[in-house]
């Protein structure tokens, strides 16, 4: 009986090491869920720091390109819409006397066409060219660009030509004022 008891138990032994060495059988295919994240950008303009226009007499008129103004849209929107405008000072030389002065009134503003553009959705000029040109105000902004629909990243980018209508009373000198392009 001792000899059965030592052959079951060694039969038994010898049965759990089969089962503990038996290769585990392989699943065909296998999932892994894979999670990004595409992160919220911003809506930018950028627009030359100085541009000098030339010089025309009194009466005369002075026209002359600011340099490339750009947005980048990198909200990731699902409507990737914005519009940019513009504003101006009034351009001053001296002490500021109306004959040293030429009002943003007297400086019409066109866009032209885009120079470049990235992105999907419809691209616009605010005055496609200068029979279009519309006055520069201190307060109510001028549309310079927009861009509707669309989704995702995109940018545009254009040079805007300024026309300055120098009144016949100003003085001779170097006016300055500010330009100001923004974008929402």
Request: proline residues 6%; charged residues 10%.
């Amino acid at each position: 009986m001792r000899t059965a008891k030592i052959c079951l138990a060694g039969a038994a032994a010898a049965a759990m090491v089969g089962f503990l060495a038996a290769p585990a059988a392989a699943a065909p295919t296998d999932d892994t869920t894979v999670t990004f994240e595409v992160d919220e950008g911003t809506l930018d303009i950028v627009a030359p720091a100085t541009a000098d226009l030339g010089s025309g007499a009194p009466g005369g008129i002075i026209t002359g390109q600011l340099g490339t103004v750009t947005v980048t849209d990198s909200r990731g929107a699902a409507d990737a819409s914005w519009v940019a405008s513009v504003t101006s000072t009034v351009f001053e030389t001296g002490g500021g006397t109306p004959a040293e002065t030429v009002e943003p009134g007297l400086i019409d503003y066109w866009s032209g066409a885009a120079t470049a553009t990235t992105g999907n959705g419809t691209f616009t000029p605010g005055q496609a060219n200068a029979g279009a040109a519309e006055p520069l105000d201190t307060v109510t902004p001028v549309t310079a660009f927009t861009h509707t629909g669309g989704t995702g990243g995109n940018t545009a980018a254009w040079n805007p030509t300024l026309v300055v209508n120098v009144p016949l009373d100003s003085i001779a000198g170097t006016y300055t004022g500010t330009v100001t392009h923004s974008v929402a």
